[in-house]
């Protein structure tokens, strides 16, 4: 269901996070690799090397962040459905060409489009004061002169059910889940709106999903449930929903008004395919991958302008010191990522029947700060195979190896159906401090990490396109 798969596609990223080390296994892994095909990925130290110099001291130096930069600033924040969206997607083919990639193909896929309005929430009593508030995405609107109700705090799901219905009903839910992993705590924003809806309540809140903030709401992706009634539903910051709660445990009573608009229709988009072709197995694909739409707050800079223009660069550098690998590099730039992976489930659809031609499959989707190593999916052998290419990163800090079920968020639907692949492992703990909000702008972003993030995305793609078995299943 696709519902479910979402989910569960969150949960994934965070075990990943949790999930320990596997250094643990050199000695089975030196046993199921043997010595041949570990010292044919040892003798990948020189190409790796070639490939670090150029981007870190060379004429790719800083190149990554300064083209983000460029196009962050011209397009802004990039929402799946819209104009802007297009536009930016035309710009990646142009800036591709101009570096001599020439398999470029778009693929089409229809796509939701939800647009926001004007949003604004008051609180009436116990005194008045101006909330801050994002709405959520597919929230649909208030009547114009809004809803006015009072408030009743959840922290969990389990005491929302077991409410009296009359406590609910006519009211504002308003979630307060703690952040500890996101995985946790966004099902109080994915599911929320439809769990209170029904109870009975006429509007839901989420406090926003994130360890820290400034006074920011986070917005993000929250789904509907065909059997009740679509209710509005919105981000407050932290701060104004612990103003809230501590005010709703005192016995005060919280009544707020709440106006919000939106549209929402499908409109066309595209996946855009960056082949660069293999020498000896073309059909055979390593794919780079990151979104390239964003939320509609900030630049979408950290989400995902980092992780397409790493995934740009792969090609780009390699093509730039003519470095062809056995099997075709193809950078992806997944389309409406954040209303729910639409892009990948289309390119799965699309190439059904060819599925097995992904030898690898890698994406970058939780930051782009600086890389500690992957978060891989596939079996033992394919675990011991990337954990040895990963050894050559020790130099940069690049060498840890996290097992994971299901890496990655759009590229989950394949790593979960067996297809080995990676998402980028990273220093990102601030990563949700900016997830989602107007602060998602190039401030977050580093030009050394950057540099480091592109090489060591590129030299892993290559290693891997080029050695002289496939990666098992
Ligand atoms: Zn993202």
């Known amino acids: 269901m696709f519902f479910l798969r979402i989910v569960s596609v969150t949960l994934f990223i965070i075990v990943a996070s949790e999930a320990k080390a596997l250094n643990k296994n050199s000695n089975t892994c030196s046993e199921i690799l043997g010595n041949?095909?570990?010292?044919?990925?040892?003798?990948?130290?020189?190409?790796?090397?070639?490939?670090?110099?150029?981007?870190?001291?060379?004429?790719?130096?800083?190149?990554?962040?300064?083209?983000?930069?460029?196009?962050?600033?011209?397009?802004?924040?990039?929402?799946?459905?819209?104009?802007?969206?297009?536009?930016?997607?035309?710009?990646?083919?142009?800036?591709?060409?101009?570096?001599?990639?020439?398999?470029?193909?778009?693929?089409?896929?229809?796509?939701?489009?939800?647009?926001?309005?004007?949003?604004?929430?008051?609180?009436?009593?116990?005194?008045?004061?101006?909330?801050?508030?994002?709405?959520?995405?597919?929230?649909?609107?208030?009547?114009?002169?809004?809803?006015?109700?009072?408030?009743?705090?959840?922290?969990?799901?389990?005491?929302?059910?077991?409410?009296?219905?009359?406590?609910?009903?006519?009211?504002?839910?308003?979630?307060?889940?703690?952040?500890?992993?996101?995985?946790?705590?966004?099902?109080?924003?994915?599911?929320?709106?439809?769990?209170?809806?029904a109870k009975g309540a006429v509007a839901s809140l989420v406090r926003s999903i994130a360890p820290f903030s400034i006074n920011t709401p986070h917005t993000g992706s929250q789904y509907y449930s065909d059997d009740v009634e679509k209710i509005p539903t919105g981000a407050i910051s932290l701060e104004d929903a612990d103003l809230i709660r501590r005010m709703y445990d005192r016995g005060?009573?919280?009544?707020?008004?709440?106006?919000?608009?939106?549209?929402?229709?499908?409109?066309?988009?595209?996946?855009?395919?960056?082949?660069?072709?293999?020498?000896?197995?073309?059909?055979?694909?390593?794919?780079?991958?990151?979104?390239?739409?964003?939320?509609?707050?900030?630049?979408?800079a950290m989400d995902d302008g980092g992780g397409l223009f790493i995934s740009w660069a792969a090609p780009v550098i390699l093509k730039r010191l003519n470095l062809i690998p056995r099997r075709t590099v193809r950078a992806i730039f997944w389309t409406a990522e954040e209303l729910g992976l639409v892009g990948a489930y289309a390119y799965e659809e699309a190439h059904k029947d060819e599925l097995d031609k992904i030898n690898f499959i890698m994406e970058s989707d939780e930051g782009t700060f600086a890389p500690l190593g992957l978060a891989v999916g596939g079996n033992e052998k394919t675990r011991c195979i990337v954990g040895e290419v990963l050894k050559l990163f020790e130099s940069i800090n690049a060498s840890t190896l996290v097992e994971s079920d299901s890496p990655g968020s759009d590229i989950a639907i394949f790593t979960g159906n067996g297809i080995p692949g990676a998402s980028l492992h990273n220093d990102n703990e601030k990563y949700f401090w900016f997830h989602h909000t107007e602060g998602d702008t190039m401030n977050v972003e580093d030009p050394d990490e950057l540099d480091l993030g592109a090489a060591f995305w590129t030299a892993v793609a290559y290693i891997i396109a080029d050695l002289s078995i496939d990666i098992p299943r």
């Not at 009743?152 to 929302?160: M, P, S, Y």
Request: hydrophobic residues 35%.
């Open 36 to 197: 041949e095909l570990i010292e044919e990925i040892r003798s990948y130290e020189n190409v790796k090397n070639q490939i670090l110099e150029y981007v870190l001291n060379g004429d790719f130096k800083r190149k990554t962040y300064d083209e983000l930069a460029k196009f962050v600033d011209k397009f802004g924040a990039r929402p799946s459905g819209t104009e802007v969206l297009e536009k930016s997607i035309d710009y990646m083919i142009e800036l591709s060409r101009e570096e001599g990639l020439n398999d470029i193909i778009t693929e089409d896929v229809v796509v939701p489009h939800w647009e926001r309005g004007e949003e604004r929430l008051t609180m009436l009593e116990p005194r008045i004061k101006n909330i801050e508030i994002l709405g959520l995405g597919r929230s649909v609107s208030t009547p114009p002169e809004g809803i006015t109700a009072e408030v009743v705090v959840f922290n969990n799901f389990d005491i929302l059910e077991e409410a009296a219905e009359d406590l609910v009903k006519g009211k504002i839910v308003l979630y307060d889940p703690i952040f500890t992993t996101y995985g946790e705590t966004v099902k109080m924003r994915t599911q929320g709106a439809a769990k209170a809806a």
């Open 252 to 300: 005060e009573k919280v009544i707020l008004n709440i106006q919000m608009s939106s549209t929402y229709d499908t409109q066309m988009s595209r996946n855009t395919l960056i082949d660069l072709k293999g020498s000896e197995d073309p059909e055979k694909l390593v794919i780079v991958s990151g979104h390239i739409d964003s939320w509609d707050v900030g630049q979408g």
